[in-house]
Every structure is written in C-alpha cells, then in structure tokens.
C-alpha cells in the first residue's frame, strides 16, 4: 500500500463523528433532501423504464407494506420463496433486485430531475451517490449514527479530491458526480460494514479503475446515469471483494501511478490529504447547495437575482426588454451548457431559459422542464439574454451572479447576488424540506415520515415508514 492510500484508509477506519453534530445535522438534513428529490422523479418514464430493465418493475408499489417469511441463500443477500423471490426490502417480487441494481436506481432517480444537492469542490453531486449505495448495502440492524458517519467519510474523501483536482477535472470535461462518485461511493460502504486495512484500500481500487462519466451529457439522461453507475459500481465493487477471491492493487492513489495522477496528472501526498480531513470538514466548509427548483445548482444565483428584480419592479412583459445581461466571473457559468436550449432537459442547464421564466413568470416554472420541445418564440426571447464575464474572480468554493435588464423605455434594472436561497451560507431549512416533500407526498404522509425519522434510532424502521409512505420501492 503506497503512502497517501494508507493515509485514506487511515483516515476512513479512524473518523470519529461522536462530537461532530455540525457534521451530523447536515447529513440528516442532507438525507431528507435526497429523499425528498428522489420521490418526484419516480413518475417519470426514464426512471420506470429502469426498473422495468433491472427487473424491479414489480416491486415499484406505492403503500406496499409486505411481510413474509423468507429463507436466506448461502450468499445473505438474496431472499427466496419455492415459487417467487422477494427483494431485500421484503417486497413481493417475482425478480430479485440486486444489491447493485438497487443503487444504479436509487442513484439514477434521485439525480433525475437534476433536484439534488451539489458542492463546489467536488463540481458535482454527493448524496445521490452516497445514499443510494448506502441504502442498497444496508442491513436491518445499522444505526443511523453509523449510516451518518458513512456518508460524512465518502463526502469528505470526494470533497478532498475534488479540491485537488478541480477545475482541471471539470473544464476538461469530466463529471465528477461520476468519477468521483464512485469512490466515495466505495469509502463510505468500507466504512458503514467495518472494512479494515487491504481489503479497504482493494475496495478503493475496485472502485477508482470503474471511474467514468462525461460532462456532455448533460441535459440528457446520460447525466443521472453517472450517479446511478456510480453507486452501482461502488456496492459491485464491494460485493467483488466479499464474494469471490478476486485480488487487485492496493495502490489505488500511488503518487506515481494512482487515480489522481492518471486521471489528473497530479501528484499528491499524504499531508494534502491529512491537512484537509474534517478541517472542519466537507459538507461545513464549502458546504452543500440545496435547491427549491430542479435545475443546476450553477443558476442559483443568477434566478435568485432576477427573482429580486421581478419583486421590485413587477414581472416584465418580453416584448418590452431590449435585452438582459447575465454577468459571470470567467469559467462560473461552465455548468450551463446550453445558450440556446431546444427541450426543456436541456433548459435545466441554461440561464438563459431560466432566467427567461423568472422574468416572464415571476418565479421559475418547474413543469417547464419537463417539456418536449420550447417553443420557438421563447427561443427567440432568449436570445435577447447575453453571458459577460465582467465579475472578479471568486474561489472555487464561491459564487456570484449579477442580473442587469435593459428595457426597450432606457429605463434600467440590475441585482447581485451570492448567497441564495439554498446555498451554503443561506440553507434550506427543514421547513423547505417538507416542501420539497410536499410536490410529491400528502401533509399526514409528512407527519408520518418526520415523526419516524426523529424517533427511530435504527435506520430500518424508518426505511419501513417510507415503504409504507411510497418513498422507497426498491
């Protein structure tokens, strides 16, 4: 094992959370929020055919609540009757969902609608990845201290490398919710089931050789693949190692040779690592964006600012703007893929058409998203919006967008803003999280979920809640 691997293992065995509910508040808050992205999503076609693919599809029963008696199979994984199998939740299914299947849909849905949370040094998403591959390799008798602490070590390492190896990662066209993903995916696993020593740095590197995923699909549903592929390969990755003699390197981040050379070209030693572990850790200090619209977390700021616009000054009529003027500090808007977007998967990653729906609405409009085709005249309002890089600098950590609407009068509009609603610094609170649970779930079924996930100390019984609800169907 080469140095800097022995500092991560080191790192992931001995994290201590016990003390840290700063940490630990945001993770809870963090797991709502997946929960609360995932729901929505399962409606949509994508997300069925997907489990119609793994064969889940019979399994996806909204307010099933099955109990059966059930026999266990030599690998304690897969659960059989004489004439039908049930997945590991319990369900009745007539096809057994796989553990790793199980996370490539939780990780798929709950990324879908693009309504997860991100971090700025990862350039990319943690809880889709992490929480699905954690749900898929749970076990009746976890507690939700060791579930939190699992997540809370796969954010830090992701974070951690994100730090190191963005922007480069992400202008070069990497989706770091994919490569990264994975590896996080694998270090919070090693660490919810106890894996010690080689065996952790092999599941690291089980992980890290499966590293993949693309920027260019964004605006597709090559995207929430990523997520899905991420956790998949993460729970696979652990199922290789506990259940075949398969052997592979324990040198996953060798300086020389490892990931972040191979992926990156970047040399890192033990103390890059040491130095930012829990100091004071990820998911503090740059924090989580949390979002009240499913679009790219990039456009935050820049809906925020035109929302401000639109209370002081009324919602515009297009015909009357001569033009409006996104401004960026240079590469801030490199998320936003599209200028000119054609569907409404695309204007997820466009400021230009969510900026035209706060403007033309007041508020963004999330059924628009949803749309085959926009229409041309929306097209044509959109092309009056205008990228500048004329804002300073900001760290990676940082962001900052200011929105100036020119009418076609002379008369003059602008707003900066830098700590949205749902940022860091301005989170959403469990209040937003019941809303967000509200697009998908009735009052009383909220109640029901909330009481359940602040009385329960094991996290089963609260997976048993949602089951019931129809949150959790795989």
Same mark, same amino acid.
């Given at each position: 094992?080469?140095?800097?691997?022995?500092?991560?293992?080191?790192?992931?065995?001995?994290?201590?959370?016990?003390?840290?509910?700063?940490?630990?508040?945001?993770?809870?808050?963090?797991?709502?929020?997946?929960?609360?992205?995932?729901?929505?999503?399962?409606?949509?076609?994508?997300?069925?055919?997907?489990?119609?693919?793994?064969?889940?599809?019979?399994?996806?029963?909204?307010?099933?609540?099955?109990?059966?008696?059930?026999?266990?199979?030599?690998?304690?994984?897969?659960?059989?009757?004489?004439?039908?199998?049930?997945?590991?939740? $319990?369900?009745?299914?007539?096809?057994?969902?796989?553990?790793?299947? +199980?996370? *490539?849909? /939780?990780?798929?849905?709950?990324?879908?609608?693009?309504?997860?949370?991100?971090? &700025?040094?990862?350039?990319?998403?943690?809880?889709?990845?992490?929480?699905?591959?954690?749900?898929?390799?749970?076990?009746?008798?976890?507690?939700?201290?060791?579930?939190?602490?699992?997540?809370?070590?796969?954010?830090? *390492?992701?974070?951690?490398?994100?730090?190191?190896?963005?922007?480069?990662?992400?202008?070069?066209?990497?989706?770091?919710?994919?490569?990264?993903? %994975?590896?996080? &995916?694998?270090?919070?696993?090693?660490? *919810?089931? $106890?894996?010690?020593?080689?065996?952790?740095?092999?599941?690291?590197?089980?992980?890290?050789t499966q590293s993949a995923g693309m920027f260019l699909q964004s605006g597709t549903d090559g995207k929430p693949l990523h997520a899905g592929l991420a956790a998949?390969?993460?729970?696979?990755?652990?199922?290789?190692?506990? /259940?075949?003699?398969?052997?592979?390197?324990?040198?996953?981040?060798? !300086?020389?040779?490892?990931?972040?050379?191979?992926?990156?070209?970047?040399?890192?030693?033990?103390?890059?690592?040491?130095?930012?572990?829990?100091?004071? $850790?990820?998911?503090?200090? !740059?924090? *989580?964006?949390?979002?009240?619209?499913?679009? =790219?977390?990039?456009?935050? =700021?820049?809906?925020?600012? &035109?929302?401000?616009? =639109?209370?002081?000054?009324?919602?515009?009529?297009?015909?009357?703007?001569?033009?409006?003027?996104?401004?960026?500090? !240079?590469?801030?808007?490199?998320?936003?893929?599209?200028?000119?977007?054609?569907?409404?998967?695309?204007?997820?990653?466009?400021?230009?058409?969510? %900026?035209?729906?706060?403007? &033309?609405y007041g508020a963004v409009q999330d059924e628009l998203f949803k749309i085959d085709t926009i229409d041309q005249s929306v097209r044509d309002y959109m092309s009056?919006?205008?990228?500048?890089?004329?804002?300073?600098? %900001?760290?990676?950590?940082?962001?900052?967008? +200011?929105?100036?609407?020119?009418?076609? @009068?002379?008369?003059?509009?602008?707003?900066?803003?830098? @700590?949205?609603k749902g940022s860091p610094n301005n989170p959403l609170t469990l209040e937003d999280i019941r809303i967000k649970l509200g697009l998908t779930l009735q009052a009383?079924?909220?109640?029901?979920?909330?009481?359940?996930?602040?009385?329960?100390?094991?996290?089963?019984?609260?997976?048993?809640?949602?089951? +019931?609800?129809?949150?959790?169907?795989?």
């Amino acid at each position: 094992m080469d140095s800097v691997t022995q500092t991560i293992v080191n790192y992931i065995e001995q994290t201590n959370v016990t003390n840290r509910e700063d940490l630990l508040s945001v993770a809870r808050i963090a797991f709502l929020d997946y929960l609360a992205s995932l729901a929505p999503a399962e409606e949509e076609q994508a997300v069925q055919d997907l489990t119609r693919f793994i064969g889940a599809d019979q399994s996806i029963t909204v307010n099933q609540d099955t109990s059966t008696n059930l026999n266990k199979t030599a690998n304690q994984d897969t659960y059989t009757h004489q004439d039908k199998t049930a997945n590991v939740d $319990g369900h009745d299914s007539y096809l057994t969902v796989k553990r790793a299947d +199980k996370a *490539l849909y /939780y990780g798929f849905a709950s990324h879908y609608l693009d309504f997860d949370d991100a971090q &700025a040094n990862l350039a990319g998403h943690f809880s889709t990845v992490l929480y699905s591959a954690l749900l898929a390799v749970l076990k009746p008798t976890d507690r939700w201290h060791d579930f939190l602490r699992a997540y809370i070590v796969g954010a830090e *390492l992701e974070g951690i490398i994100g730090s190191v190896i963005n922007p480069a990662h992400r202008t070069q066209g990497w989706h770091s919710t994919g490569t990264v993903g %994975v590896i996080g &995916a694998a270090a919070a696993i090693g660490a *919810l089931r $106890g894996l010690h020593g080689e065996s952790l740095a092999q599941l690291l590197s089980l992980a890290a050789t499966q590293s993949a995923g693309m920027f260019l699909q964004s605006g597709t549903d090559g995207k929430p693949l990523h997520a899905g592929l991420a956790a998949r390969n993460g729970v696979w990755a652990y199922e290789l190692l506990e /259940y075949t003699s398969l052997q592979t390197s324990t040198k996953p981040f060798d !300086p020389e040779r490892g990931w972040l050379k191979t992926i990156g070209n970047i040399t890192v030693t033990s103390n890059d690592i040491a130095s930012r572990w829990l100091a004071p $850790g990820q998911l503090i200090d !740059p924090g *989580l964006w949390m979002k009240a619209h499913p679009y =790219c977390s990039a456009a935050i =700021c820049g809906a925020e600012a &035109a929302e401000v616009i =639109c209370t002081s000054s009324g919602v515009f009529l297009w015909n009357d703007i001569e033009r409006v003027t996104v401004h960026f500090p !240079p590469g801030a808007d490199a998320a936003l893929w599209y200028t000119a977007p054609t569907t409404g998967r695309e204007g997820q990653f466009s400021i230009e058409y969510i %900026v035209y729906q706060v403007l &033309a609405y007041g508020a963004v409009q999330d059924e628009l998203f949803k749309i085959d085709t926009i229409d041309q005249s929306v097209r044509d309002y959109m092309s009056r919006i205008e990228r500048v890089y004329d804002l300073p600098k %900001v760290s990676q950590s940082e962001r900052i967008t +200011k929105v100036t609407v020119t009418m076609k @009068n002379g008369d003059t509009f602008t707003e900066t803003v830098n @700590n949205p609603k749902g940022s860091p610094n301005n989170p959403l609170t469990l209040e937003d999280i019941r809303i967000k649970l509200g697009l998908t779930l009735q009052a009383d079924q909220i109640d029901r979920i909330m009481e359940a996930f602040t009385h329960t100390n094991e996290v089963e019984p609260f997976l048993q809640t949602l089951r +019931k609800e129809g949150v959790l169907h795989v």
